[in-house]
C-alpha cells in the first residue's frame, strides 16, 4: 500500500493512497496422499475424512484506491472525496481444465469402515468473477456555540461480473460452457447520515446527542455465486 499527503495551505488539505492485496487460496493434499488415482472417504462413524482431496490454488486480488480533500474554517470541518474497490476471485483458464483436480472425482462415505454411499463428482469445476465498487462522500461538521451539527452523504454503486467460463470434461461430464454475465448485481445507494451535539452547561462536560445514519452492506463476492 502507498499513501500520499499535501497540505496546501493551513485550511486544506489533500490525501490520497492505494492498496494491492494478492492472496491464493492453497487447497492441496497431504505429503503421501498426493496421488491422483487414490480415492476420498469419509468414515461416519470415526468422524474422519481420508484420502484424495481437490487440489488447486485459487487467486484472490483486491485493488483499493481513495482521494479526499479536507477544508477547515474556524466553524466548519468539510470533507469530500472518492473510493474504488475491484476485486477479482478464480482464474477459470488456468483452473477449469484440470481433469484430476478431484483425482479419480469419486467420493466415498463409510460406516466403520463399511461403503454405503458412492458420489460421482462433476469436477473439474472452477468459477472466476470481478466486483466494482465505486462511491463518493461529502461530510461537514459545523459548530455554532453550543451546538455542533454533523451533515454527510456517500453515494455507492456497485457491480458485479463474470467472463466466460469453459469447464473441461471430467471423468463424469461433458464439456460445460456458461456465457458472461454483466451487472450481477448492480446497486446504487444513497447513504445520508445527520447527527447533532450539544453542550448542556457551556464547560465541555455534559453533552447530548443524537444522530441518524443509513448504512449499507459491502458488497461481497459470495453474495452472486
Do not use: C
Amino acid at each position: 500500500s502507498v499513501s500520499w499527503t499535501r497540505p496546501v495551505t493551513n485550511r486544506l488539505l489533500i490525501e490520497a493512497g492505494e492498496g494491492t492485496q494478492n492472496n491464493n487460496q492453497n487447497d492441496t493434499r497431504m505429503s503421501g496422499w498426493d496421488n491422483p488415482n487414490y480415492f476420498r472417504i469419509t468414515d461416519q462413524a470415526l468422524n474422519l475424512t481420508y484420502g484424495n482431496v481437490a487440489t488447486r490454488t485459487l487467486p484472490r486480488r483486491q485493488n483499493q484506491a481513495r482521494v479526499a480533500v479536507s477544508y477547515v474554517t474556524g466553524s466548519h470541518q468539510f470533507k469530500t472525496g472518492m473510493n474504488y474497490r475491484h476485486t477479482t476471485i478464480g482464474n477459470i483458464d488456468q483452473l477449469g481444465h484440470d481433469e484430476n483436480m478431484h483425482g479419480t472425482a469419486v467420493n466415498y462415505r463409510f460406516n466403520n469402515g463399511v461403503p454405503n454411499q458412492l458420489t460421482l463428482l462433476d469436477a473439474p469445476w472452477n468459477f472466476e468473477e470481478t466486483t466494482q465498487d465505486l462511491a463518493f462522500f461529502a461530510q461537514d461538521q459545523w459548530t455554532v456555540r453550543r451546538l455542533t451539527i454533523n451533515a454527510g452523504a456517500r453515494f455507492n454503486h456497485a457491480t458485479g461480473s463474470t467472463p466466460l467460463q469453459i469447464l473441461a470434461a471430467g471423468k463424469f461430464v461433458p464439456e460445460r460452457r456458461f456465457e458472461p454475465l454483466k451487472n450481477i448485481p448492480n446497486y446504487t445507494n444513497l447513504s445520508p447520515r445527520l447527527g447533532f451535539a450539544y453542550d448542556l452547561f457551556g464547560d465541555g462536560r455534559t453533552a447530548l446527542r443524537a444522530g441518524f445514519g443509513l448504512f449499507f452492506v459491502q458488497l461481497d463476492q459470495s453474495w452472486f455465486r
